[in-house]
């Protein structure tokens, strides 16, 4: 703050007479002084602190619940609306959400974002500074989370009546650190300053049973009854976020669950003097929720984690279920009023629970409650590794939730007499069955939410098709139909006009505002692709956003990179199957031929890599060690005359990405062709004028349909190639042979050329290429070093690779999760949305 205002504010006793003081000052006009009014209302009486003393933190508070009421009033009206209409509800049961920050993004959705930069300023606040002080909400691990988020964000914009059902971990995905190069992780405290989004729900409470026995008796026409006695009861309290869609059209809700102790303290304990020891149980109680789990794309095989999911989906169902009978009291509609989506196989176990629900404590018949329980469920699988496909073992199910064993049986049986009437083989019959007996006796989470399900669907176009010829071959047979694509989108609101406003204001100016309401209307700029005047607009925007990443970057890592090289981005979980190795190695090429060459023209690049690797996963950080090493090598060789920069940026979270994404020239996307399911950086990259390097996989395949093939580099092999190769007896070493910049840059790595200090240290990462790469690094890496190469020459036609930027931009609209959302509504959940 200003030392004039502050004096001038010091002056007041009270916040009122700080809010007409405040009124005085000529800045804040209409909107923007009452909004600073209810800024200064909170600042006194929800934080408690005078403006005079007030930091940053305060400040963020004070806006951030100043938006919140304004939020609350739309909520609680789209709320009403659904109940006094009769609605269907969506309910989307998700264990990750990767929010991020949300005051900008709320702001911008209530068309409070000006008005609110316009507030502070009169108090002498940069709204743009305080907002990058707000934790950033990560709550899930990657593309999976960060899907769930853009669903929310979209079916509160095209006006679906939905909650979001997740866990409110205490700790979120871990911060990582880079220390002399390698990855080390620290728990990231989201909660440490408080929430101001949130409402806790104290009153909001189910218990949630583990363990015990099940009961048998005999109901009043001679059936079996059965009463689940948990062994251990624990409590799900509800904390509810607001979910706004675009100019708060429907405010929807995304209810978190945090555990907690039944009884907070054992009382004979505490009296016996016990004190630490009486607080055990609570412990135990609240771990459930204190903890995300950190594997990406493989699930993590501990109890602890099947209790968590247990825990959300069963809190979610007894809501679900409560909220249906306090309204309709007939548990018989409630397929009508209901529909769960599973995102991926965390939440299977809903499909027995709700069974159970139906079954014990609403007393329907097996059939009626089979019936609404499939009518009610679908599914949305998320990859094809076979290492990530969740199973449990029989006898931990058993133990934790006896009855969910039962039923899961029961289930079963129906389902394999089903398939052998159908006049399945033994094969077939193994292969479709929920109990997999051929790895000690585990129960298919897959095949579970599979059999469960009405549809299920894939996140690509190539996505959909694998699952129909690999995972769920022969479920597809025995239920034909059930399987459907629902590509992926991200939400054009976060991703475009909150990360890149300098390009959102070049298009409302160019093509007007209707591709805010309709992100498909982009194609309005297809005209201007080649537009000279318009070119340098967007160039110069390009340019700025490059520029503050390069401040970023110098601020983060202490590198200095020029603004006018050419950016080539790979951000994401680190895996093997993403290949960043693809990248890094063809790194080193590049730099091998610059030495080699230096009377070429080489184009400048500055090569960006970030992203986390699951803490146990060592072949993913001796990549970013490697990425590292190689780092400190080509950026400190003078030979290099600064036409290669390699940065490796730490803690790749979504804040990250909306810094990265606007300033990126190139976007790599190069995953093993069959194995990315659909991607969904790759259309936030498109969408911000990135082109795309990139292999067939994933949604790749649709963007190359969606911007064509002029306009995408796509490269390398295709998904059945990738098969084909793997099942014959391939030898990476004449891979290799026959590549002589390959054979070079693996020599170089093997001994040491990037780690002289430990000249052994990446060995077996080139060994591991020498002998099975079953990612196929070696035989994409010629094609992939070509493809950068045609990238380099149309590089410096300027006005070319402007016209394939502005392209993309003008053609990713279809990639809005608004269209996503739409098509979800429409094929599977059977609710209406807002006209286009
Ligand atoms: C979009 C996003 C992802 C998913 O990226 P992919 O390139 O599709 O794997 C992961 N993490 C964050 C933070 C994201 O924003």
Sequence with gaps: MDATLQNKLYSADTALAVADEAAKLPEATGDARAFRDLILAKLTYAVGKDPIVARDHDWLRAVSLALRDHIVDRWMATTRGVYRMGGKRVYYLSLEFLIGRLLKDGLNNMNLLNTAREALASVGVDLDMIAEMEPDAALGNGGLGRLAACFMESMATVGVAAYGYGIRYENGLFRQNIVDGWQTESPENWLANGNPWEFPRREVAYEIGFGGAVEATEGWDGSAVHAWKPGETILGVAHDTPAVGWRGNRVNTLRLWSARSLDPISLDAF????????????????????????????????????????FFTSASLQDIVRRHMQQYRDIRTFANKAAIQLNDTHPAIAVAELMRILIDIHALSWSDAFTITRDTISYTNHTLLPEALETWPVPLIERLLPRHMQIIYAINARVLSEARSSGASDAMIAAVSIIDESHGRRVRMGNLAFVGSHKVNGVSALHSNLMKETVFKDLN??????????????????????????????????????????????????????????????????????????????????????????????????????????????????????????????????????????????????????????????????????????????????????????????????????????????????????????????????????????????????????????????????????????????????????????????????????????????????AYTAMQRKIDALWVDGPAWNEKAILNVARMGWFSSDRTIREYSDEIWGVPTLPV
């Design 271 to 310: 009296n016996a003097g016990d004190h630490v020891g009486a607080l055990a149980e609570r412990n135990r109680a609240e771990s459930i929720s204190r903890v995300l789990y950190p594997a990406d794309s493989t699930p993590a095989g501990q109890e602890l984690r099947l209790r968590q999911e247990y």
């Design 477 to 782: 047979t025995l239920f034909p139909g059930r399987i459907t694509n629902k590509t992926n989108g991200i939400t054009p609101r976060r991703w475009l006009m909150t990360a890149n406003p300098g390009l959102t204001t070049l298009l409302r100016e160019t093509i007007g505002d209707g591709y805010l309401d309709n992100a498909e209307k982009l194609v309005a700029l297809e005209r201007f692709a080649k537009d000279a005047a318009f070119q340098d607009s967007f160039a110069t925007i390009k340019h700025a956003n490059k520029a503050r990443l390069a401040k970023l970057i110098q601020q983060s890592v202490g590198l200095r990179v020029d603004p006018s090289a050419l950016f080539d981005v790979q951000i994401k979980r680190i895996h093997e199957y993403k290949r960043q190795l693809l990248n890094i190695l063809e790194t080193v090429a590049l730099y091998n031929a610059i030495r080699a060459h230096p009377e070429k023209d080489w184009v400048p690049r500055v090569k960006i890599f970030a992203g986390k690797a699951a803490a146990s996963y060592t072949a993913a950080k001796y990549v970013i060690k490697l990425i590292n090493d190689v780092a400190r090598v080509v950026n400190a060789d003078p030979a290099v005359r600064n036409l290669l920069k390699v940065v490796f940026l730490p803690n790749y979270n979504v804040s990250l990405a909306e810094t990265v994404i606007p300033a990126a020239n190139l976007s790599e996307q190069i995953s093993t062709a069959g194995m990315e399911a659909s991607g969904t950086g790759n259309m936030k990259f498109g969408l911000n004028g990135a082109l795309t390097i990139g292999t067939l996989d994933g949604a790749n395949v649709e963007m190359l349909e969606h911007v064509g093939a002029d306009n995408i580099f796509i490269f390398g092999l295709k998904a059945g190639e990738v098969e084909q190769r793997r099942q014959s007896a391939r030898n990476p070493g004449d891979t290799i042979a026959a590549s002589h910049a390959l054979a070079e840059v693996l020599d170089a790595v093997e001994s040491g050329v990037f780690s002289p200090t430990d000249p052994e240290r990446h060995k077996g990462t080139v060994q591991t290429l020498r002998t099975s790469d079953w990612f196929l690094v070696t035989d994409d890496f010629d």
